[in-house]
């Protein structure tokens, strides 16, 4: 794996797990692409170290379980200000 690919990988994991963001912030953050962030923190993670691996994926999986209540406040918000 080319080494500056294994630093970003690490580096988005990092992130992840001391914000705890979600993919999509993190994609943003760093200007790239969700399904980049996502491919990196899942696939390629999981070769390079599997236990921050299964750190990353609680956060990630807490946050998909949060997502439909993060999109309800949204479009509650969204409706308020009409």
């Not at 500056?4 to 001391?18: F, K, W």
């Not at 200007?31 to 990630?60: C, E, F």
Request: glycine share 4%.
């Amino acid at each position: 794996m080319n080494k500056d690919l294994l630093e970003r990988v690490l580096m988005l994991a990092n992130h992840i797990l001391s914000t705890g963001d979600t993919i999509r912030k993190t994609a943003k953050i760093f200007s790239l692409s969700k399904s980049t962030v996502h491919n990196d923190v899942s696939k390629r993670l999981y070769k390079i170290d599997k236990v921050l691996y299964l750190k990353v994926q609680q956060i990630l999986d807490l946050n998909f379980a949060q997502k439909h209540i993060r999109g309800g406040e949204a479009t509650k918000r969204k409706y308020a200000q009409k």
